[in-house]
């Protein structure tokens, strides 16, 4: 089984029409035109903001260093 098909001698592959939306800078894919507007926004070609005060690895999305932090949290229990 393949993941393209033909239609009017074009080839489609599975990514082109389950994730139409294509980042510029980057060619990550997305299905919704919002998701890539984020993208964009908060991810592609911006420095990551957000920075662990114990370890000092830096991240782009705030939740992802409140996730980190759990890391920190837990070794300090044992």
Avoid at 41 to 70: T, V, W
Wanted: proline share 3%; aromatic share 8%; glycine share 2%.
């Amino acid at each position: 089984m393949t993941n393209s098909w033909s239609v009017a001698s074009s080839t489609y592959s599975l990514n082109e029409v389950a994730l139409p939306f294509v980042c510029h800078r980057c060619g990550r894919r997305y299905a919704h035109k919002c998701n890539l507007m984020r993208h964009l926004r908060l991810e592609c070609g911006i420095a990551p903001r957000y920075q662990c005060d114990q370890c000092m690895k830096k991240f782009k999305h705030r939740h992802h260093l409140r996730e980190h932090e759990k890391i920190h949290a837990l070794a300090t229990m044992y």
